[in-house]
């Protein structure tokens, strides 16, 4: 990284530094306006954002980005359309800002406040997802925040129409639009700038594989909120209704493949593998999906492949997923963990007991029973859109929404009083 580059991303951070002490001053109707106005901006602006969309995919097609990659980076006029009406959600939830979390007195009568504040400036790095350059603004704006992205080289043309039309809707409403920057034009310099930029940046979350989750956390000098790959397991125990075991394996893993809520692995108990891993198979090939199976799952499936050991610990983001045979509830929660990257495990039983114990000893970000993994999302969890889903303990865990984009302060209120 060139002393140029370095300087000219401080220049830009520095420059959102200032914005943020004004955003973070702004009430509950003014950022609703605000993104409002920004919804408004991006409808305005499909046919450029379309325009330059397209050139990303032609040239990611070209440098051979995947199919899955390729699904995240597109957006076509009714995606731009979802992501405004995203960002109208975002504007009429609660505002997170000025919650009294805490109130006590103390014995000398000094009154103190625990109340919820914005960070200041919120960045994220993220890979082809263009819709993240919009949801990760909402959200920073709606709590109060500047921000700062890096999209990646795949969706640079189409991140840089984005921003412009979001900074567009920040000049209109008189608001600093240096609240909104990018660092994309730096490439990875730029990424590198950011990860060091203690104290112009108050938090970072990493958004995309696991390189370069691993990347952001090990090299950043700023605070990170870790957000996790998604080797997500959904497992079939003895008593899992054919219909629900069915239904929910498909669409966890066929809806949306490229997604980190998608399923991986599917764990079937073996007293109930006769009955289930045929059904569930042929459902699960007639929708497209490429079975890597164990031995005792090829003895059934004639045309699932054959499982490695990479497979358990693989999050494909495609057509592709692993399945094996496990002797019980408890080799389940072994493979588990072992396996699992936190993210999101689930269950099918009809069994209250082992649901509630799946429930209790699976350590993820989200545990379900009998639901799809497809739930795990901010705007299913009516958060309106999500940050990421962190994976981590500390601040934040889950599906990230506006209440995680905040911290807090104490307020002390008194009337002369000092220390004995």
């Known amino acids: 990284m060139t002393t140029a580059v370095a300087s000219d991303v401080a220049e830009r951070l520095g420059a959102a530094k200032r914005a943020s002490r004004s955003i973070g001053l702004l009430d509950d109707a003014a950022k609703t306006l605000l993104l409002d106005g920004i919804a408004d901006a ?8 379309v325009t330059a969309n397209r050139d990303d995919l032609e040239r990611g097609e070209a440098d051979g980005l995947s199919a899955g990659l390729r699904d995240r980076l597109m957006l076509d006029e009714a995606r731009v359309a979802s992501l405004a009406r995203a960002v109208r959600d975002v504007a009429r939830l609660p505002d997170p800002v000025g919650r009294v979390l805490d109130e006590r007195e103390l014995p000398g009568g000094v ?3 625990k109340v919820s504040v914005p960070f200041g400036v919120v960045a994220s790095i993220y890979e082809a997802r263009p819709n993240v350059t919009v949801d990760i603004t909402a959200l920073a704006l709606r709590s109060g925040n500047a921000v700062v992205l890096r999209g990646g080289s795949a969706a640079q043309s189409t991140n840089a129409a984005l921003i412009d039309a979001m900074r567009g809707a920040l000049q209109r409403a ?9 660092v994309d034009d730096f490439g990875r310099d730029g990424a590198r700038a950011l990860m060091r930029a203690r104290g112009l940046v108050d938090v970072l979350v990493p958004r995309g594989s696991a390189q370069l989750i691993e990347t952001v956390v090990t090299e950043s000098t700023v ?11 959904i497992v079939l125990d003895e008593s899992a209704p054919l219909e629900w075991a069915r239904e929910i394996v498909v669409n966890a893993k066929a809806q949306r493949p490229s997604v980190c809520n998608a399923v991986e692995t599917v764990l079937v108990v073996r007293s109930a593998a006769d009955r289930l891993v045929p059904p569930v198979s042929a459902a699960l090939i007639g929708a497209g999906v490429t079975i890597h199976g164990d031995d005792d799952v090829r003895r059934l499936v004639p045309a699932a492949v054959p499982a490695t050991d990479d497979d ?3 999050e494909h983001m495609s057509l592709d997923l692993a399945m094996r045979v496990v002797d019980d509830l408890d080799e389940a929660l072994e ?7 936190m993210h999101t495990e689930a269950i099918v039983t009809a069994d209250d007991a082992n649901a509630e114990r799946f429930l209790a000893e699976v350590d993820a970000a989200v545990v379900m029973a009998n639901a799809s993994t497809r739930f795990t999302d901010g705007g299913e969890f009516g958060f309106g859109a999500e940050v ?4 981590q303990k500390l601040h934040a865990r889950g599906p990230m929404g506006l209440p995680e984009l905040t911290s807090t302060k104490w307020l002390a209120r008194g009337a002369g009083q000092t220390r004995a």
């Open 335 to 341: 493979h588990i963990r072992r396996y699992s990257t």
């Open 42 to 49: 991006l409808i305005a602006d499909t046919a450029r954002i």
């Open 223 to 233: 605070p990170v909120i870790e957000t996790g790959a998604g080797v997500v397991h």
């Open 111 to 113: 009154r103190l406040q």
């Open 312 to 314: 358990w610990a693989t």
């Open 174 to 182: 008189g608001v600093d639009p240096d609240g909104i920057q990018t």
């Open 388 to 391: 990421g889903i962190s994976t």
